[in-house]
């Protein structure tokens, strides 16, 4: 038997239609390409510029950005060895971000670098709706700017981008986890307290009990989380500076009259943020409700090698589970383009009138479709149609004497014959008013 290929485990084809693979269904590229349009215009009207980083990255610079410990380092990364180089397919954007804010020494461009990218990462996951192996961030960095300001932009324009593909079914949860001397202190108050109870702990919250007790914090274990019910409280250990922030953090979110709730447990799955965290989530999504998150990462920049600390905060978001949110919320997209018009040619002097003419109108702007195996006029007709065109124009020798073609609309039915030279301009104006 001939082999069959297909796509990977938790990765999927996106077509000129909406296909349905990996148990969801994913849109075509045209609804890809609105929405990534959309998001880059939103971002330009929030001051933000576009960076695109490679797919493959050191594996030292995500391990140490993202955390040894985290579930993406230890468990989901795949790993690309190469002689004695290890590099990984990127899970995240925002240490790589930081690599390249350092590498290219950007704070020298002045001010403040507001950054965004649109592109693939990958997650070893066991993939399920909403969650994939290979999926698509899109998100933003702030660099440069330690004010309660930038954190609430981030947020609201994180909610504003959301508003603007028609999903208001959310839900937004802050926290501050404070700088590195209040975390210091509260791992080991959350030691002190989750140690008589470790043999109550899943194995996994045992091990981070040692190296890392935050993040039980984010566990979905019902035991664990009656135990962390009672634990001390990340917001009773801040300073007065981390209060003083997340209370300014508050301020502007409300000035801009966006709703949040405080959730104390919010530790979020990488190892970089401190002070603000945050993430919005949608009821509409099931298991993987998060749409959204993201926090600031003042300590990044100097693990990754910097002298100096760059405060940054930043948020990124999955495209498909935007997809998902819009579908649910019953939003419209676009499906696939169609041709202005497709051109059914009779007979060879016909073929080529038409071969120049398409050239022609292309050039001016116009999608035109034409026959390209010479085929029948009832098959060509067949192939307007699979194509959804909206007009079909009939050329034959008759109307190239006569000087005028025949212009169905396919909607109407209705036929008109225009003047050779006056098609370009025709299509052009019936375009405009039926796009
Ligand atoms: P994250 O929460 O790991 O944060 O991922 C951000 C978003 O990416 C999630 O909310 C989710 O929508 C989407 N996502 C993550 N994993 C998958 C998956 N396997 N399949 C589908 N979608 C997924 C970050 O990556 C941080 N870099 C965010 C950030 C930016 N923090 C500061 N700046």
Not at 28 to 46: D, F, K, L
Not at 88 to 101: F, G, H, I, W
Not at 130 to 159: K, N, P, T
Not at 399 to 425: F, N, P, T
């Amino acid at each position: 038997m001939a082999q069959s290929f297909r796509t990977i485990r938790g990765t999927f084809d996106i077509l000129p239609d909406t296909s349905t693979s990996e148990g969801t269904s994913i849109p075509g590229t045209p609804a890809w390409q609105y929405v990534e349009s959309r998001i880059r215009e939103i971002m330009r009207r929030y001051d933000f510029e576009e960076v695109r980083t490679p797919i493959l990255e050191e594996t030292e610079l995500i391990a140490r950005g993202v955390g040894a410990q985290t579930d993406i380092v230890s468990k989901e990364m795949f790993v690309v060895e190469r002689g004695d180089s290890s590099y990984v397919l990127r899970p995240e954007v925002t240490a790589p971000v930081v690599r390249a804010y350092l590498q290219h020494h950007l704070a020298q461009r002045g001010g403040v670098q507001k950054l965004y990218y649109i592109g693939p990462c990958f997650r070893a996951e066991s993939p399920q709706k909403g969650r994939y192996r290979q999926f698509h961030q899109f998100g933003c960095e702030v660099l440069g700017a330690d004010d309660a300001r930038a954190d609430a932009e981030m947020i609201s324009l994180m909610i504003a981008i959301y508003r603007e593909f028609g999903i208001t079914n959310t839900r937004l949860r802050i926290n501050s986890l404070g700088g590195p001397e209040t975390r210091t202190a509260y791992r080991e108050a959350l030691r002190s307290y989750l140690q008589p109870h470790a043999e109550e702990l899943t194995e996994t919250s045992r091990k981070r009990l040692a190296t890392n007790p935050l993040r039980i914090l984010d566990t979905k274990d019902e035991g664990e989380r009656r135990l962390l019910a009672g634990a001390p409280q990340l917001a009773d250990h801040l300073d007065e500076v981390d209060r003083l922030h997340y209370d300014q953090v508050q301020r502007y979110l409300d000035d801009l009259g966006v709703a949040f709730v405080e959730d104390p447990y919010l530790v979020r799955g990488l190892d970089y943020y401190g002070r603000t965290t945050f993430e919005l989530e949608s009821d509409d999504l099931g298991a993987q409700s998060a749409l959204a998150g993201g926090g600031r990462y003042d300590m990044l920049a100097t693990e990754l090698g910097a002298k100096q600390p760059v405060p940054a905060i930043g948020f990124a978001a999955g495209m498909e589970r935007l997809f998902l949110a819009m579908s649910a919320a019953g939003v419209e997209l676009p499906g696939r383009h169609v041709p202005d018009a497709f051109f059914v040619a009779l007979g060879d002097d016909a073929a080529h009138w038409v071969f120049r003419e398409a050239q022609r109108l292309r050039e001016v702007g116009l999608h035109v479709g034409l026959d390209l195996k010479g085929r029948s006029m009832k098959a060509q007709m067949r192939e307007a149609n699979r194509q959804e065109a909206r007009r079909v124009v009939i050329v034959g020798s008759d109307e190239l004497e006569r000087g005028k073609v025949a212009v169905r609309d396919m909607a109407s039915g209705e036929q008109e014959d225009i003047a050779l030279e006056r098609l370009a301009d025709y299509l052009r104006t019936t375009t405009g008013e039926t796009a």
